[in-house]
């Protein structure tokens, strides 16, 4: 497995560790994501989660491994919903609700290849090979339209607007955009 990156910018209520492997002995609440994976053991990363509040015991959660490039991140991410915990695991990125384990959103980007905290805006930016998906506290707030043919890249956000560039098949060329970060909507004539 990829190093795991740790990327917690969002105030959180849990604590979660990377395990180099599975353990032994399961503890008594063990959650697989998604839960129709076959062969979910190949690769997985395996996830100590401490739920905070009292009375809520640790579970461990296997997260079934998207891709073994290098460019398909693995790791941890706090959300804007202080409860909720993101895991990547080789692109494949999965939302889960900590206190209740069960619930989890596993997201339609295979593979997520870049995630982004814009913390004052209070959302995650999940970059994928054609365009961006924003998650926010409530969920999922907006897709962008399709930004590339094959290849988004963010060059940053300030000021509400994130900007970045994609790959035209037609011209064979990167064609700038700029997206309102509120709506994900493209902002005409300031690329």
């Not at 740790?6 to 180099?20: C, D, G, N, R, Y």
């Not at 926010?136 to 988004?152: F, I, M, R, Y």
Request: aromatic share 10%; charged share 20%.
């Amino acid at each position: 497995m990829a190093t795991a990156v740790l990327h917690f910018p969002f105030a959180h209520t849990w604590q979660a560790e990377v395990l180099a492997a599975r353990p032994a002995i399961l503890p008594a609440r063990h959650f697989v994501y998604p839960r129709e994976a076959e062969e979910v053991e190949r690769g997985a990363l395996e996830v100590m989660v401490r739920p905070g509040g009292e009375g809520v015991q640790p579970f461990l959660a296997t997260c079934a491994l998207g891709f073994r490039d290098p460019a398909a991140p693995t790791g941890l991410w706090s959300t804007p919903d202080p409860e909720k915990l993101c895991a990547l695991s080789g692109g494949y990125a999965y939302i889960i609700n900590t206190t209740a384990p069960e619930r989890f959103t596993m997201l339609p980007y295979r593979p997520v290849l870049q995630v982004l905290s814009a913390v004052a805006q209070g959302l995650m930016l999940f970059v994928g090979h054609y365009s961006i998906l924003a998650w926010g506290a409530q969920g999922q707030l907006w897709e962008s339209e399709k930004l590339s043919d094959e290849g988004v890249t963010v060059s940053g956000f300030a000021n509400g607007v994130l900007r970045g560039s994609g790959w035209e098949l037609i011209s064979d060329r990167e064609l700038p955009f700029a997206l309102d970060l509120r709506t994900g909507q493209r902002i005409l004539g300031s690329e």
